[in-house]
């Protein structure tokens, strides 16, 4: 089954413990992105990576790194996890960039930081 | 980035009833693509629009791009219980930097029986 993996679902931490959330895609696509949702703020853009090793910032980076060694998968790091990092996020992956690929959405993973 | 504007914000409405929402923006979009997230859930993909003027159904679902590029709305016919849920419109240029693609703030649709 084609999908998108978060990993945790869920998560309560506290100030300054550096955490990792996993995501992977068995869908062998190029594209790959993070988004935080916050509500009455929708969904904005953290990271996104166009291929392996090619990572950018996207809307509201700050706080968040990424790395992308390989093609299915695509961790979000918080180094120093603050309580504004408290949110819904979602791991995204389409085939590319391009405007007609189907953007997939994991089931997200619900941060609590303390 | 680039905002767009999604209205309603929430919906409180009848199950059998009709729905319609809109998304607008100051600026132009290549793509209009209409996502659903249902409680727990990551969104979906319900329809994409990559024309201007194009009205595109599936099912009970009918969207359109309007012709200025600048809006799209989302009608849903005969509501039923299971169409509860955040409808999220998002535009898609392909030009400019980060990835293109610019989210609405959701419209909550909420039925009651």
């Known amino acids: 089954e084609a999908q998108v993996t978060q990993n945790p679902r869920y998560l309560i931490t506290v100030t300054g413990k550096k955490l990792t959330v996993t995501c992977s895609q068995n869908m062998n696509h190029e594209y790959m992105s993070w988004y935080r949702q916050d509500p009455g703020l929708g969904l904005r853009q953290i990271y996104y990576?166009?291929?392996?090793?090619?990572?950018d910032k996207g809307d509201v980076p700050e706080g968040y790194k990424v790395s992308r060694k390989e093609k299915r998968n695509f961790p979000l790091i918080l180094e120093s996890p603050s309580p504004n990092q408290t949110s819904l996020y979602f791991c995204?992956?389409?085939?590319?960039?391009?405007?007609?690929?189907?953007?997939?959405f994991g089931p997200g993973t619900r941060l609590t930081v303390l | 980035g680039q905002q767009l504007n999604q209205s309603p914000q929430s919906m409180f409405i009848q199950e059998g009833e009709d729905v319609s929402m809109n998304c607008t923006s100051s600026?132009?979009?290549?793509?209009w693509l209409w996502y659903k997230q249902d409680p727990g859930e990551g969104p979906v993909l319900l329809i994409a629009?990559?024309?201007?003027?194009e009205l595109t159904s599936n099912g009970r679902l009918t969207a359109q791009f309007g012709i200025t590029r600048k809006d799209s709305f989302l009608n849903i016919s005969a509501s039923i219980p299971s169409d509860v849920g955040i409808y999220f419109c998002a535009g898609q240029y392909s030009g400019g930097g980060a990835d293109g693609l610019t989210f609405g703030k959701g419209t909550h649709l909420i039925i009651q029986p």
């Open positions: 629009l990559y024309k201007a003027g």
């Open positions: 990576s166009m291929n392996v090793e090619v990572t």
């Open positions: 600026s132009i979009f290549n793509t």
């Open positions: 995204a992956s389409r085939l590319s960039w391009g405007v007609t690929d189907t953007q997939y």
